[in-house]
């Protein structure tokens, strides 16, 4: 079992910046892949990036490739998104997830991952 908590959502500006962070429980957090997802209200959840166990290999959306940075730490068994140049469409509750048995298809895939923090709140103004 693997207990993820994120941290880090907010309000901000458009064009502003927000780092989230995910912590991970355990020993083991090495051992998976790391997602994450956003959904705003009314919309379907959708992949927004993922990172490799040892974060060499990273995937984006279309709609945040060249804003958004996935990393993670896993000697503080912690994967983050650093959102830059926030736009109002980005307002969503972000969800980080963890996902054992990965390929490159299945790392985009929601259904595909095996843990799920509670989300936290990102607000962008006009």
């Known amino acids: 079992q693997v207990q993820l908590v994120e941290s880090g959502g907010g309000l901000v500006q458009a064009g502003g910046s927000l780092r989230l962070s995910c912590a991970a429980s355990g020993r083991t957090f090495s051992r998976y892949a790391m997602g994450w997802f956003r959904q705003a209200p009314g919309k379907e959840r959708e992949f927004v990036a993922a990172?490799?166990?040892?974060?060499?290999?990273?995937y984006y959306a279309d709609s945040v490739k060249g804003r958004f940075t996935i990393s993670r730490d896993n000697a503080k068994n912690t994967v983050y998104l650093q959102m830059n140049s926030l736009k109002p469409e980005d307002t969503a509750v972000y969800y980080c997830a963890a996902q054992y048995y990965t390929t490159t298809q299945t790392l985009r895939v929601m259904s595909e991952y095996d843990y799920w923090g509670q989300g936290t709140q990102v607000t962008v103004s006009s």
């Open positions: 990172n490799s166990r040892s974060g060499g290999s990273t």
